[in-house]
């Protein structure tokens, strides 16, 4: 038998990004504009894959090609409108898994701009190392991608 016993762990991470528009330009461009922001270094499974998000319970953050690839990234299990997502993942063994990842975004006015609040709770088979992969990549992923973006820069 090939079966091995994995130590399971659970981590937590959070960061803001302050982006210098209104909340709801940030939101509309979160959850209808995906594509727009989405960084080419993420895009898993074809440089010309098409990233939506589907805002709402049960919808999901889904990369696809024409000729059929995809990546299920998230699906959302409560929506807020206006405020915050909550979405569950997976994290394959083959990017440090198996493990499951519970990411949330909520927005917050903070005068004329406004803050994004990242926080992901991960469990599984994972390490700080895989951790902070993650972390650095939505931080690369929501400051170079979503606030370029939002802020006219993208």
């Known amino acids: 038998m090939s079966a091995k016993e994995q130590a399971t762990t659970s981590l937590v991470y959070e960061f803001e990004i302050e982006i210098a528009a209104a909340p709801e ?3 509309d461009s979160l959850t209808k504009e995906a594509n727009a922001w989405w960084l080419a270094d993420f895009h898993m499974v074809g440089p010309d894959s098409i990233v939506t998000l589907d805002a709402r319970a049960g919808g999901q953050l889904l990369e696809r090609t024409e000729s059929g690839g995809s990546l299920l990234w998230y699906t959302v299990v409560m929506c807020e409108p206006g405020r915050s997502l909550h979405l569950v993942g997976h994290v394959a063994p083959d990017w440090g898994g198996p493990a499951t990842t519970m990411l949330g ?9 406004t803050v994004l609040k990242v926080q992901d709770a991960l ?5 700080a190392a895989t951790a902070g992969s993650l972390e650095a990549g939505w931080k690369q992923l929501f400051g170079d991608g979503l606030k370029a973006f939002v802020e006219g820069a993208g």
């Open 123 to 127: 469990f599984g088979r994972v390490s």
């Open 105 to 113: 975004l909520k927005l917050q006015a903070k005068g004329d701009a």
């Open 25 to 27: 330009a940030v939101w």
